[in-house]
């Protein structure tokens, strides 16, 4: 059974930072990619940023380019999203995803593993 586990989101002001992990159980995805998506409320889920587990490419959204950076741990098995220079407007819930393909897809529809979300809120 594959489970996807995100941790790391909470409370924070604007201007701070955050770092978010998802850890992988059940199979690994080294042929594979893994992303982030966020969901404000009333709003679709939107990708955040995403990586290609073998050979480290990486790809962001516009809105958090330089910002935030996607990185794994191959040992542990975990991908991680660290958030600088938080804004209000990145209040949301934050999800991780898997998928076997090698390509990083912007679609969650291509997605077939999802972590059960993690809430992120930047105040003013």
């Known amino acids: 059974q594959v489970q996807l586990v995100e941790s790391g989101g909470g409370l924070v002001q604007a201007g701070d930072s955050l770092r978010l992990s998802c850890a992988s159980s059940?199979?690994?995805?080294?042929?594979?990619?893994m992303a982030w998506f966020r969901q404000a409320p009333g709003k679709e889920r939107d990708f955040v940023a995403g990586?290609?587990?073998?050979?480290?490419?990486?790809r962001y959204a516009d809105s958090v380019k330089g910002r935030f950076t996607i990185s794994r741990d191959n040992a542990k098995n975990t991908v991680y999203l660290q958030m600088n220079t938080l804004k209000p407007d990145d209040t949301a819930v934050y999800y991780c995803?898997?998928?076997?393909?090698?390509?990083?897809?912007?679609?969650?529809?291509?997605?077939?593993?999802w972590g059960q979300g993690t809430q992120v809120t930047v105040s003013s």
């Open positions: 995803a898997a998928r076997a393909q090698r390509s990083i897809s912007s679609i969650d529809d291509y997605y077939d593993y």
């Open positions: 059940g199979r690994t995805f080294n042929n594979g990619a």
């Open positions: 990586i290609i587990w073998n050979d480290g490419r990486t």
